[in-house]
């Protein structure tokens, strides 16, 4: 992978002009404000945000307030930079606090979760003292095959009801998860099972996608071949399909449902790790993220009741992510379970069996807050607006986005088409490694700009700065830094501290540097402008990938754009874009030439495509993000750098034959 020094981004200053690109290329004038009725009863107010501005650690122990704990902490933050510790001294065990504490407050018939499988009238409901017996049955099972505190569990599931159980086994007993996503190769799975060096795998003989079985115990089987140190695999059955089953190999129904359903959640330390998690792998070889107990439950719980306003007793809310990213984690299981809301899981893909699989469960649930990423909107655009237009969507009220800058133009659309021009949309950003979500409106609050994060969260002290770490002012453009620790924020990279510190640390001193770029508007309010690996330097000028994307995405014709810099032997580098057209849009000769013209039209000639190639798909990894860096090799005609964590390699090959030959 090419470091941003050769894309002279990191380590160049941009000079006064390239700044001056930058804060006109955006020139955004819509606003929507907060719904009368919304902003009323939300459950932050401006107050909120004066309170963490007076005592940021006093505000953050309010949030710890909100669980329950066995053993109070005795000192709020430790900070040995770049190493935190959050409530140090006290205990608390995730699992009751997801679960079993709802059921003592007498809300054990609340749904926890209404699961709907892919094949149609394949659905669960499971109410929270049923989550209890679930999640204690499997702890009992763990146990019995001599999983102990502190030991790895490798969780290779699809989104069915043992995945989250499993989870909470596991943070019941203090084991640690890593769950890697279903959809990754068996050399994926067995380089993290190594990684971690996990001691049992729990799952399945398969899971349905696309309208059929798909299989996941072959994968297992084969990179178990040299995992020696797996003691057991306990496999759900899901399908039904032949498997073949080997000696370390126990069926979950055998194991589980012979337990008791009752199991003592002991207190674990709130510096206990919780998990590891592997980042999707958008930029190269992923990192296994280490979170913790205390802090980590602390803010996603917190942050779920106030960016989506979340009312537990009437809200049904749904997340579209897979649980294998940590969207999953963070915002299907740990914070809603924690706050004890109600969340649909669905396990399947949005077109099967039809393209609105998604609004029918909308319709089905009465679903009122929807959490989903750029890229779903993005293809619901593609596939056309007549579609939800079958289905009844008046139940939603929040509408959110993760995973990438949400284009202005899918914003708006989502905001007028699923959310029938009511909702608010919150343009969440957050990492693997922040843990919970950092920046984004909140949906009481702010007049929400399209394709806007807005503001830090109350607490989060996030900024965005020049190449010298210096705060730039309204207007300006630069790195996104955070200047101080915050309780779901990573620990460090499994079993390798010095990479931590290299990666997130080291850019600037005493500063979180997270790889994205970002702009602070004339208001004040930030702008993501994607990864600074992926800024652009034409003829001396820094052009953010983000907003040609969003310029292209602006014409009526396209749905779906990635734009890349390509060296050129006279402009530096020079912008090669891939698009995908809208539905009912056919391709014509001209497209190039005109979508060419209204990017220099939108945002000035300097950002005018050199290239413009119309592509059936785009390279994205499993949790939906665009690999530029696939593209920047087929547009520098190199072979192609690791495919691994790609959802569908076929789509390279589709497009390297599209691409001419090199200029
Ligand atoms: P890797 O670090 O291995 O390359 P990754 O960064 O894709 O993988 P994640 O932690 O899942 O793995 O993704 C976090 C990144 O996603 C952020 O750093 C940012 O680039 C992008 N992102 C997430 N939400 C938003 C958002 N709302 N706006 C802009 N970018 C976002
Ligand atoms: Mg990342």
Same mark, same amino acid.
């Not at 709020?76 to 001294?89: D, H, I, Q, S």
């Not at 800058?405 to 950003?429: F, H």
């Given at each position: 992978?090419?470091?941003?020094?050769?894309?002279?981004?990191?380590?160049?200053?941009?000079?006064?002009?390239?700044?001056?690109?930058?804060?006109?290329?955006?020139?955004?004038?819509?606003?929507?404000?907060?719904?009368?009725?919304?902003?009323?009863?939300?459950?932050?107010?401006?107050?909120?945000?004066?309170?963490?501005?007076?005592?940021?650690?006093?505000?953050?122990?309010?949030?710890?307030?909100?669980?329950?704990?066995?053993?109070?902490?005795?000192?709020?933050?430790?900070?040995?930079?770049?190493?935190?510790?959050?409530?140090?001294?006290?205990?608390?065990?995730?699992?009751?606090?997801?679960?079993?504490?709802?059921?003592?407050?007498?809300?054990?018939?609340?749904?926890?979760?209404?699961?709907?499988?892919?094949?149609?009238?394949?659905?669960?409901?499971?109410?929270?003292?049923?989550?209890?017996?679930?999640?204690?049955?499997?702890?009992?099972?763990?146990?019995?095959?001599?999983?102990?505190?502190?030991?790895?569990?490798?969780?290779?599931? $699809?989104?069915?009801?043992?995945?989250?159980?499993?989870?909470?086994?596991?943070?019941?007993?203090?084991?640690?998860?890593?769950?890697?996503?279903?959809?990754?190769?068996?050399?994926?799975?067995?380089?993290?099972?190594?990684?971690?060096?996990?001691?049992?795998?729990?799952?399945?003989?398969?899971?349905?996608?696309?309208?059929?079985?798909?299989?996941?115990?072959?994968?297992?089987?084969?990179?178990?071949?040299?995992?020696?140190?797996?003691?057991?695999?306990?496999?759900?059955?899901?399908?039904?399909?032949?498997?073949?089953?080997?000696?370390?190999?126990?069926?979950?129904?055998?194991?589980?449902?012979?337990?008791?359903?009752?199991?003592?959640?002991? $207190?674990?330390?709130?510096?206990?790790?919780?998990?590891?998690?592997?980042?999707?792998?958008?930029?190269?070889?992923?990192?296994?993220?280490?979170?913790?107990?205390?802090?980590?439950?602390?803010?996603?719980?917190?942050?779920?009741?106030?960016?989506?306003?979340?009312?537990?007793?009437?809200?049904?809310?749904?997340?579209?992510?897979?649980?294998?990213?940590?969207?999953?984690?963070?915002?299907?299981?740990?914070?809603?379970?924690?706050?004890? #809301?109600?969340?649909?899981?669905?396990?399947?893909?949005?077109?099967? $069996?039809?393209?609105?699989?998604?609004?029918?469960?909308?319709?089905?649930?009465?679903?009122?807050?929807?959490?989903?990423?750029?890229?779903?909107?993005?293809?619901?655009?593609?596939?056309?607006?007549?579609?939800?237009?079958?289905?009844?969507?008046?139940?939603?009220?929040?509408?959110?986005?993760?995973?990438?800058?949400?284009?202005?133009?899918?914003?708006?659309?989502?905001?007028?088409?699923?959310?029938?021009?009511?909702?608010?949309?919150?343009?969440?950003?957050?990492?693997?490694?922040?843990?919970?979500?950092?920046?984004?409106?909140?949906?009481?609050?702010?007049?929400?700009?399209?394709?806007?994060?807005?503001?830090?969260?109350?607490?989060?002290?996030?900024?965005?700065?020049?190449?010298?770490?210096?705060?730039?002012?309204?207007?300006?453009?630069?790195?996104?830094?955070?200047?101080?620790?915050?309780?779901?924020?990573?620990?460090?990279?499994?079993?390798?501290?010095?990479?931590?510190?290299?990666?997130?640390?080291?850019?600037?001193?005493?500063?979180?540097?997270?790889?994205?770029?970002?702009?602070?508007?004339?208001?004040?309010?930030?702008?993501?402008?994607?990864?600074?690996?992926?800024?652009?330097?034409?003829?001396?000028?820094?052009?953010?990938?983000?907003?040609?994307?969003?310029?292209?995405?602006?014409?009526?014709?396209?749905?779906?754009?990635?734009?890349?810099? #390509?060296?050129?032997?006279?402009?530096?580098?020079?912008?090669?874009?891939?698009?995908?057209?809208?539905?009912?849009?056919?391709?014509?000769?001209?497209?190039?030439?005109?979508?060419?013209?209204?990017?220099?039209?939108?945002?000035?000639?300097?950002?005018?495509?050199?290239?413009?190639?119309?592509?059936?798909?785009?390279?994205?990894?499993?949790?939906?993000?665009?690999?530029?860096?696939?593209?920047?090799?087929? #547009?520098?005609?190199?072979?192609?750098?690791?495919?691994?964590?790609?959802?569908?390699?076929?789509?390279?090959?589709?497009?390297?034959?599209?691409?001419?030959?090199?200029?």
């Amino acid at each position: 992978m090419r470091s941003g020094k050769e894309h002279g981004v990191a380590t160049e200053t941009p000079g006064q002009e390239s700044q001056q690109t930058l804060s006109n290329l955006m020139s955004e004038t819509r606003r929507f404000e907060p719904p009368a009725d919304l902003a009323a009863s939300a459950n932050v107010t401006a107050a909120t945000f004066e309170e963490a501005d007076r005592d940021s650690l006093a505000f953050w122990e309010s949030t710890a307030d909100r669980l329950t704990w066995a053993r109070r902490w005795d000192t709020t933050l430790e900070w040995n930079a770049p190493f935190a510790k959050w409530f140090v001294g006290g205990e608390l065990n995730v699992a009751y606090n997801c679960v079993d504490r709802h059921v003592e407050a007498g809300l054990g018939d609340r749904v926890a979760y209404y699961w709907e499988g892919e094949p149609e009238g394949d659905s669960r409901t499971i109410t929270y003292a049923d989550l209890q017996k679930e999640v204690s049955r499997a702890a009992n099972a763990l146990e019995e095959l001599g999983v102990r505190k502190g030991d790895r569990v490798a969780v290779y599931l $699809p989104m069915i009801p043992e995945l989250p159980i499993t989870l909470l086994a596991c943070a019941r007993i203090g084991a640690i998860h890593s769950v890697v996503f279903g959809g990754f190769s068996s050399a994926a799975l067995k380089s993290r099972i190594h990684d971690a060096d996990a001691k049992v795998v729990i799952t399945a003989d398969g899971g349905y996608r696309r309208g059929k079985p798909s299989a996941l115990k072959p994968t297992v089987d084969e990179a178990l071949e040299e995992c020696p140190g797996v003691e057991h695999v306990v496999v759900v059955r899901r399908t039904g399909q032949d498997i073949a089953v080997n000696d370390r190999d126990i069926w979950w129904h055998d194991i589980v449902d012979r337990q008791s359903a009752e199991h003592e959640p002991a $207190p674990h330390g709130a510096e206990d790790p919780l998990y590891i998690l592997y980042t999707s792998g958008t930029t190269g070889r992923p990192k296994g993220i280490l979170h913790t107990t205390g802090g980590y439950l602390a803010q996603t719980a917190w942050t779920h009741h106030a960016v989506f306003d979340l009312k537990p007793e009437t809200d049904v809310y749904w997340c579209t992510a897979d649980i294998g990213w940590v969207t999953g984690h963070s915002y299907i299981v740990y914070g809603p379970l924690a706050n004890g #809301a109600t969340s649909v899981i669905y396990e399947g893909t949005p077109d099967t $069996p039809h393209k609105g699989r998604f609004w029918e469960i909308v319709q089905k649930y009465k679903v009122t807050i929807l959490y989903t990423a750029p890229t779903a909107i993005r293809t619901f655009m593609k596939w056309g607006d007549d579609i939800r237009a079958k289905f009844d969507m008046s139940s939603l009220r929040v509408l959110g986005s993760v995973g990438e800058p949400i284009n202005p133009e899918a914003y708006v659309w989502y905001r007028e088409n699923i959310g029938g021009s009511r909702c608010p949309v919150v343009d969440t950003w957050w990492q693997t490694e922040t843990g919970a979500i950092m920046i984004s409106p909140m949906p009481g609050v702010t007049a929400a700009k399209p394709g806007a994060a807005m503001r830090p969260l109350p607490g989060i002290s996030a900024d965005v700065v020049d190449d010298q770490g210096n705060s730039v002012p309204n207007g300006g453009g630069g790195f996104l830094v955070v200047r101080e620790p915050w309780p779901a924020m990573l620990r460090t990279i499994w079993g390798d501290d010095q990479r931590y510190i290299d990666t997130y640390w080291s850019r600037f001193d005493g500063m979180y540097f997270p790889g994205d770029g970002a702009k602070r508007d004339e208001d004040g309010d930030l702008w993501l402008l994607g990864r600074v690996d992926d800024v652009m330097l034409v003829s001396g000028h820094n052009i953010s990938t983000t907003e040609v994307e969003s310029a292209l995405v602006s014409h009526p014709k396209v749905a779906e754009a990635a734009v890349v810099g #390509a060296t050129d032997p006279v402009t530096g580098q020079a912008i090669v874009a891939f698009v995908i057209l809208r539905g009912s849009v056919e391709e014509s000769a001209d497209i190039a030439t005109d979508l060419r013209n209204h990017v220099a039209k939108t945002l000035g000639p300097i950002a005018k495509p050199r290239q413009i190639m119309v592509v059936p798909e785009l390279p994205k990894t499993r949790s939906g993000k665009i690999m530029r860096r696939l593209l920047r090799d087929v #547009a520098e005609n190199r072979s192609l750098g690791d495919v691994t964590t790609l959802t569908d390699d076929s789509v390279m090959k589709l497009i390297s034959e599209k691409m001419p030959a090199a200029k």
